[in-house]
């Protein structure tokens, strides 16, 4: 089962994502924004990645890439991994906000559209997915906690918290 926190940090400039994950296989694993805030068919109804500008796939620093590609998390022996993303392109507030949407940890390493491979420019063949979870925008007190396998707890400043669960396939 992976569990997760993450904490959401945005004051108008780009966004801060501060999270451990936990019951991964050791590697590098693909973490993207999804288009869709959907999990009735687990994370498959996340939708593609995040391109809300219709871009390629590419690594976070490039310029030319989907907002919701994040790049990998290298994941230790003991299954854990710590990460820190800093990122212009997935905004809290606005048309293009993330919250809402779906972030999803694959099974394989994303190759940052540098692949070769007939996946690599729309979803860096980063293979299948493997934990979901919905940033939704609901202040902490108020969050559902019914149905969650694996609670992810979500900060954003100014005392607004976010709750989303990871649905572990």
Request: negative net charge; hydrophobic residues 40%.
């Amino acid at each position: 089962m992976v569990k997760a926190v993450v904490v959401l940090n945005s004051s108008e400039g780009p966004t801060t994502v501060t999270g451990s994950l936990s019951g991964l296989q050791p590697g590098l694993h693909g973490f993207h924004v999804h288009a869709l805030g959907d999990t009735t068919n687990g994370c498959m109804s996340t939708g593609p990645h995040f391109n809300p500008v219709g871009k390629e796939h590419g690594a976070p620093e490039d310029e030319n890439r989907h907002a919701g590609d994040l790049g990998n998390v290298v994941v230790g022996e003991d299954g854990t991994a710590s990460f820190t993303v800093v990122d212009k392109q997935i905004p809290l507030s606005g048309p293009h906000s993330i919250i809402g949407r779906a972030v999803v940890v694959h099974a394989d390493l994303d190759d940052l559209g540098k692949g070769g491979h007939e996946l690599s420019k729309s979803t860096g063949n980063a293979g299948g997915r493997i934990a979901c979870a919905l940033w939704v925008g609901v202040p902490v007190s108020l969050a559902l906690k019914a149905y969650s396998p694996v609670r992810m707890r979500l900060g954003l400043n100014l005392d607004l918290g976010f709750e989303a669960w990871f649905v572990g396939l």
